[in-house]
Structures are given as structure tokens and as C-alpha cells.
């Protein structure tokens, strides 16, 4: 029986839980490891990802599902057993991201195009039948204010394209991640990010609905509202929430049923403080969590550093963070239950 795409999408945003992306591709990766001085081969890449998927007490609690990358979703742990069976052996979801990366927008320096749609139809069919019940397309918009980046082309060409995937997915029986992420790499203040989100949020659901998506079940993964990080301003948690809140509420309808942030190069504690904010100011229409990259990995990656006799360190720090996100899921998270850890 095939699982209704509204029940999955529920699932993936359940209380106290939230999406662990562990879909680098292999030059992110390598970058990862690099700054841990670790070799990245396949077997490093699968060791490490293996000890994540094998961290009961994160998975099992606090992880609701997880976004693979190809290589990860074919592959088998050290002892033969597929690493989606342990996935889903720990209650979470085995999740796949399809695009095929950002390029660079023909006409408009600067700004990107991600790619991807070509033939994933098929890839979609394939990766169902590996066990992924959820994908993740993200979209990049980058914010350059002397430049004009980003285009409205950019935006248009961008959300069409993730309106184009969420369908695709759909018809799959895959419920579709759509993340159109506003970067914060720029020098751009609070209000340029909140502006920009807000067009790109508007252009992504007007695309979704002129592509007939459904919108129970589809997830959204976006930005916070947040200063670049080259402006040299930080805002507080309580002025995020603010923000990213009011553009959620003035573009984002109540149908969708979570909201699921990227931690985008925050701190990992920023990005919990921000999320337990928004969550502690609610109550709101949607379920807001995490699916984060960084902000959940780095404790982890540092305490492993490629060595066995670290295993259980990593798989600690990894559930100390799946922990506080998790409450920060629910808005009972703490700067002092933080230091427990
Ligand atoms: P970060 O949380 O590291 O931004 O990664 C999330 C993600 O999946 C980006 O596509």
C-alpha cells in the first residue's frame, strides 16, 4: 500500500523531532572532511555516515528523517546491512536529495540556476524503490544589492523549476522538500533578507499552485530572516522570530503543514536559539522545525575526526544537538539546558 503523501509529510514534522540533511554531495563532503583532516573515500564517507544512522538515542527521539545523498542511499553499512534498513530500523524516514546542483543563470552574472529536471521522472521512480518516501530540491539566491542579484529572472527561473520537482515528486508518491534558500553569505541588512524572502516565497507558492501541487503534502524548507554575514550585525533570537515569522504569515499558507529550516551557516546554537524563538512566540499554522546540515553535523564531524575510538563521542554530541533542536522544535529550549550537554 502506498502511504499517503499528506501522512509522510505529517511524519517528517512530528513534535519534537526535525530532518537530519546528511546529503553532501561528494565535493561538500570533502570539504567537511578536510576540516577535520579525514581522507574522503567511499568508505569514510559510508563509516561516518553509518555512525550517525547507528546513534539511537538521536535517531530514534529526535530525527524524523534523513536526506541522502546517491551514493549514501545505495550504500551498505560495514556489517551488509543497507543504510536505509537502519534508517528506518530507528523510525525516521529515508529521504533523497535530486537536484543536481546550482549553475550559473545564462545572461545574469551572479546569479544561479539549479538543475536537475531532466530525466527525474525516472530517477524519482528509482530512488521509491530504494526506500526514499521524501526529496530535496534547493534553489539558491544569493543577495549582492550593487549587482542586482538577485534578478527577478532568477527568482522566476527558480521557483518554477522547484514548482516543476515538488510535481514530479508527487506523482511519485514522494513528498517533495522545496527549499529556496536566500543565502546569508552577503553584506546585505536584516530587512534586504526579509524582502528578498518574501518575493521568493511569494513566486514559490504562486508557481506551486499554478503547477497544481498539493500543499499538505509538501514541506518547506527556507532561510531565516536574518542579517548577511558580511554586514557585521547580528540580530537576536527575538528579532528573527520576528521577522522570519512575518514573512511566513504574509506569504506562506496555512495548508503547508511544516516548515522545516536549513541552518544555512549559523552557529549551532543560533540556529537553535532561532528556531526555539519563533516556536516559543507561536502559536502558528504550521509546524516549525529543523532540517539542518551544519548546524547538527559539525559537533559530531569534530569529535570523530576519522578515528573508531571516537564513535561514541561523535554519536553523543550528535544526540546533544538533535536534543536541543528537538526542544527548540517545541519552543522548550534553553541557553542552560544547552550547557548540560
Ligand atoms: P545547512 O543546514 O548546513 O545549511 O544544510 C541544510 C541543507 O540541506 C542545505 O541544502
Redesign the pocket.
Known amino acids: 500500500m502506498t502511504e499517503r503523501l499528506e501522512d509522510i509529510a505529517l511524519a517528517m514534522v512530528a513534535d519534537g523531532k526535525g530532518i537530519l ?1 546528511a ?2 554531495s561528494s565535493g561538500t563532503i570533502k570539504k567537511r572532511f578536510d576540516a577535520i583532516k579525514v581522507e574522503s573515500t567511499e568508505e569514510s564517507r559510508r563509516d561516518y555516515r553509518e555512525l550517525m544512522f547507528r546513534a539511537d538515542d538521536a535517531m530514534k527521539n529526535h530525527i524524523s528523517g534523513v ?1 541522502l545523498y546517491d551514493e549514501t542511499i545505495r550504500q551498505k553499512a560495514a556489517d551488509g546491512t543497507p543504510l536505509v534498513d537502519i534508517i528506518k530500523a530507528a523510525g525516521a524516514i529515508p529521504g533523497i ?1 535530486v537536484d543536481a546542483g546550482a549553475k550559473p543563470l545564462a545572461g545574469f552574472p551572479g546569479d544561479t540556476i539549479t538543475e536537475g529536471l531532466d530525466g527525474l521522472r525516472e530517477r524519482l521512480a528509482e530512488y521509491y524503490k530504494l526506500g526514499a518516501r521524501f526529496a ?1 530540491w ?1 534553489a539558491v539566491i544569493d543577495i549582492n544589492e550593487e549587482e542586482n542579484v538577485p534578478s527577478a529572472t532568477a527568482i522566476d527561473a527558480n521557483c518554477h523549476a522547484l514548482a516543476r520537482y515538488a510535481a514530479l515528486c508527487q506523482e511519485a508518491g514522494i513528498v517533495p522538500i522545496v ?1 529556496p ?1 536566500v543565502l546569508m553569505d552577503g553584506a546585505h541588512d536584516i530587512d534586504t533578507c526579509y524582502e528578498v524572502t518574501k518575493v521568493t516565497l511569494l513566486q514559490l507558492f504562486s508557481e506551486l499552485y499554478a503547477a497544481d501541487v498539493n500543499l499538505a503534502g509538501t514541506i518547506l ?1 527556507p532561510n531565516m530572516v536574518i542579517p548577511g554575514k558580511k554586514s557585521g550585525t547580528k540580530a537576536s533570537p527575538e528579532q528573527v522570530a520576528e521577522m522570519t515569522l512575518k514573512v511566513f504569515r504574509e506569504t506562506v499558507p496555512a495548508a503547508i503543514p511544516g516548515i522545516a ?6 552557529s549551532d546554537e543560533e ?1 537553535t536559539a532561532n528556531l526555539n524563538a519563533m516556536n516559543a512566540a507561536g502559536p502558528l499554522p504550521w509546524k516549525l522545525t ?8 559539525a559537533a559530531p564531524q569534530k569529535a570523530w575526526a576519522g578515528k573508531k575510538d571516537n564513535v561514541t563521542a561523535a554519536q553523543k554530541a550528535f544526540a546533544h544537538r538533535a536534543r536541543m533542536n528537538g526542544l527548540a522544535a517545541q519552543g522548550k529550549w534553553s541557553p542552560d539546558l544547552e550547557k548540560q550537554g
Open positions: 540533511a546529503d553532501e536526506i536529495k530535496k534547493r527549499e534558500e524548507k529550516f536549513l541552518s544555512g551557516g549559523q540556529a529543523f532540517s539542518y546540515g551544519r548546524a547538527l553535523q
